[in-house]
């Protein structure tokens, strides 16, 4: 199964599914997870309208801003029927205290957390959220998320972009830790450079000190839109033929991993 576990649902949703569904036949891609970052038409009302129209195709994480909103709103998620949760642009940083309920009550019901890490987009025009800070989106945060919250599985998007050493780092040494390579990551930095980040792949002594191979750690992702989905598909390849890496890593990074994630490898 090859698992998309990176893509936004758009405001024209609607028009937009069918041919992301028959764009993804043509590309080997079984399901899309599919997120919002609460943006107004696009937002976990219309995402909800969405899932129950492609269930077969679509796993949906819902949008909660960490900072301004607590448990409660991961109840809603899951009583919605939601498979995860999305977080972006918190007003404070991820491993805030007051965060903390918030990822007690994902790892209790078993709902995964796709992190926006990094670099994000400035503010248009008329857009709400302005209190937005990349400092509060470092890969170190999820450091101490991971360790209070073993059982929770949390997926740093784009390698942490721009801080990439933390995010290898992290992968390396927490085995609920995962990243997508997605963003602008593999455009700016050339596949020798990821293999260089994740070097304990080569390294006996300190290779599984997280009891998981880094190949076991990264997750396939494209968070473009549909006619960009076969320029990442290329760059992953790239990569994979960098290294060298067998069909077993290749097809736990493609679809594997993730579905052992979100349920869906029995």
């Known amino acids: 199964m090859v698992i998309d576990i990176h893509h936004h649902l758009p405001r024209d949703w609607q028009e937009y599914l069918p041919r992301l569904r028959d764009r993804c036949a043509e590309l080997g891609i079984d399901r899309v997870v599919l997120c919002t970052s609460g943006v107004p038409g696009a937002d976990n009302l219309q995402l909800h309208e969405a899932l129950q129209e492609h269930r077969d195709f679509m796993l949906a994480l819902g949008y909660v801003r960490i900072g301004e909103e607590g448990p409660g709103a991961v109840d809603r998620l899951y009583a919605m029927g939601f498979h995860g949760v999305k977080v972006i642009r918190p007003t404070v940083d991820y491993d805030d205290d007051c965060a903390m309920p918030v990822y007690e009550r994902c790892a209790l019901l078993n709902m995964p957390i796709l992190f926006h890490l990094g670099i994000v987009a400035a503010s248009r025009k008329g857009d709400p959220l302005r209190d937005v800070s990349i400092d509060r989106m470092r890969p170190a945060h999820l450091d101490r998320i991971a360790r209070k919250f073993p059982t929770l599985s949390l997926i740093g998007a784009h390698l942490g972009n721009p801080w990439y050493d933390e995010a290898g780092e992290l992968a390396r040494m927490h085995p609920n830790v995962y990243f997508d390579l997605t963003g602008s990551t593999m455009k700016k930095k050339p596949p020798a450079f990821l293999d260089e980040l994740l070097w304990w792949a080569r390294n006996e ?46 097809a736990l990074i493609m679809g594997d991993t993730a579905a052992e994630i979100f349920g869906l490898s029995d």
């Open 205 to 250: 002594q300190y290779g599984l000190m997280g009891d998981k191979h880094p190949y076991q750690k990264i997750v396939f992702g494209t968070d473009v839109s549909i006619e960009l989905m076969d320029d990442v598909l290329a760059d992953y390849q790239r990569f994979f033929d960098h290294v060298e890496m067998s069909p077993e890593h290749r």
